[in-house]
């Protein structure tokens, strides 16, 4: 199916003339779009094509920065003078697409509501510890905390709202953004105009149409008409690997922190042993992986946090493709090779995975690698629907999920994942992992306001659950745009935002 996909690819890129393009205006982009968004209205959407909406339209109070840590975006600046207290400054003269000046009345608004017992938002659940916001000016907001929480400016990564924004304000978005909202047809495109009283410099280009083009060869296919300006993170790594000797197209490579691994199910018999997980990690060639699958857009992962993150450890555990290795930690938690070289397994394992044709292809690697230790690998395919289910239940040995930028972007997330009292539906420790000294040290970490000390607790974290395999991490992803030759200013963001297309510019002979 795969072979069959690229032929007919390279064949429809040969036989393909440069149409018309689908915008009217030359200087706006088009950009693609896997799938439309769920919800424009940024304290509903939370889905990552909704994201990417949000972030041309709106700013984010607050903002990551190259190494994720937060940063001030429409705040000034953010002081912390108390363990409760967090105290924000406005950038003055920034204004909403309808002309009203953004004040602390918007971002009490905005946050107010996520503390509302009767709003409902799958934002809420990061307020938790939030036990009020109010404007102590018209450029101050004060946060006041319900207990010490030092992750606690992660959840001011959030787009303000007007005030007042109405129930229906995912149909007329306003927002502070670097675009204004024009348009949405459900399933084909959303079209933005340029905001030329954007505060931090307007757009180089006069809008964008983001056009939702559900299959990856389309996507080629566009990119090799001229129909399409720019893909970001949307294509195969074999397309994109085919598109790199295309003189009419640009391939643009960042490094990213989406983590995609191998969940271990620790109340499992044969999994509890650690001996046996540090064999699943010895025995799978990441590096193949890499390299072949992914076309090297990607780099072998060890540990969640990406080495992008300001909390990432170093020094981990590792466990580098060892089959050797692998079998010497088999034997010893008591699982000999029972017929030398002969078909007999040591032991079998399920792995639960989404019927994706980049798992389908991923998992048979991983059999074979496992297989070639001693170990018989049943690999199950699902709908992500179905397979989500299962892992919150827990009704799995092995899964493969996707850690996208977003969750990874605080290393509180550690906890969530790690800590004994985060399983579902509470937290996300979906392979029931308990270790009472990662717990102590994650609550330390979470309530303590020295940086340098909480960063030691989060590195003795990470490598005790290197250690531990919990997760056999398997890569972390690149992100990639692949985009006309002639566009300039594209540059990627590890979160793979849009944010960087205000810049993107046309030279003069591509508009013609």
């Known amino acids: 199916m795969r072979l ?6 390279l064949l429809a890129l040969a036989a393909s003339a440069c149409l018309q393009r689908a915008a009217s205006d030359p200087n706006a982009l088009i950009v693609s779009l896997s799938n439309g968004p ?33 940063v001030p975006r429409l705040a000034a600046s953010l002081e912390h003078p108390d363990p409760l207290t967090w105290v924000a400054t406005l950038r003055r003269g920034v204004r909403f697409h309808d002309g009203h000046e953004l004040t602390a009345d918007d971002v009490v608004f905005t946050f107010g509501q996520m ?21 102590r000016d018209p450029y101050t907001i004060v946060f006041t905390l319900k207990q010490p929480f030092a992750s606690f400016p992660i959840n001011l990564v959030m787009p303000i709202l007007p005030k007042g924004a109405p129930a229906d304000f995912r149909e007329h978005p306003v927002g502070t953004g670097p675009y204004r909202f024009v348009h949405y047809a459900v399933d084909d495109r959303i079209e933005l105009a340029a905001y030329d009283r954007y505060w931090d410099g307007a757009p180089k280009n006069s809008g964008v149409v983001l056009k939702i083009v559900p299959d990856d060869v389309m996507r080629g296919l566009e990119l090799k008409k001229g129909t399409m300006d720019l ?10 690997h ?17 983590y995609q691994y191998i969940g271990l199910n620790l109340r499992d018999p044969k999994l509890k042993d650690v001996r046996v997980r540090q064999a699943l990690a010895c025995a799978i060639d990441r590096q193949a992986i ?28 590792n466990f580098d493709h060892d089959p050797s290795r692998a079998r010497a930690l088999l034997d010893e938690a008591g699982y000999p090779d029972p017929d030398g070289d002969g078909p007999q397994p040591r032991l079998s394992l399920s792995l639960k995975v989404s019927n994706s044709e980049f798992n389908r292809l991923q998992s048979s690697v991983i059999q074979q690698n496992l297989r070639e230790v001693g170990i018989e690998l049943d690999v199950r395919t699902y709908e992500f629907a179905t397979l989500y289910a299962d892992v919150l239940s827990g009704n799995f040995q092995l899964f493969t999920l996707q850690w996208t930028a977003g969750a990874l972007a605080d290393p509180d997330i550690l906890r969530r ?12 420790n979906r392979g029931r992992y308990a270790n009472p000294q990662v717990d102590a040290l994650l609550d330390e970490a979470g309530s303590i306001q020295d940086e340098s000390r909480r960063l030691a607790l989060y590195a003795d974290v990470q490598r005790i659950i290197a250690a531990d ?3 056999v991490g398997l890569w972390y992803k690149t992100n990639v745009a692949v985009a006309q030759a002639r566009l300039t200013g594209i540059r990627l963001t590890p979160l793979a935002e849009f944010t960087f297309l205000k810049d993107v510019a046309r030279t003069a002979a591509a508009a013609n």
């Open 115 to 135: 503390i509302d017992p009767a709003f409902v938002s799958p934002r809420k659940g990061g307020y938790r510890e939030l036990k009020s916001v109010e404007a």
């Open 469 to 471: 395999v919990p997760y």
């Open 231 to 240: 893909v970001v993170n949307d294509l195969a790594p074999d397309i994109v």
């Open 290 to 317: 890499v390299e072949y699958l992914r076309r090297g857009l990607a780099m072998p992962a060890n540990g969640m946090l990406s080495p992008l993150s300001w909390a990432a450890a170093t020094g981990l555990p």
């Open 4 to 9: 069959a996909r690229a032929v007919l690819l």
């Open 38 to 70: 769920n919800n424009l209205d940024p304290r509903f959407g939370t889905d990552d094509a909704s994201a990417r909406v949000h972030q041309l339209i709106f700013d984010n109070f607050m903002e990551l920065d190259e190494h994720l840590r937060v």
């Open 242 to 258: 085919q598109m790199r000797t295309d003189p009419d197209l640009q391939v643009v490579e960042g490094p990213g922190v989406d």
């Open 417 to 428: 994942v790690f800590h004994s009292k985060q399983a579902p539906p509470v937290g996300f």
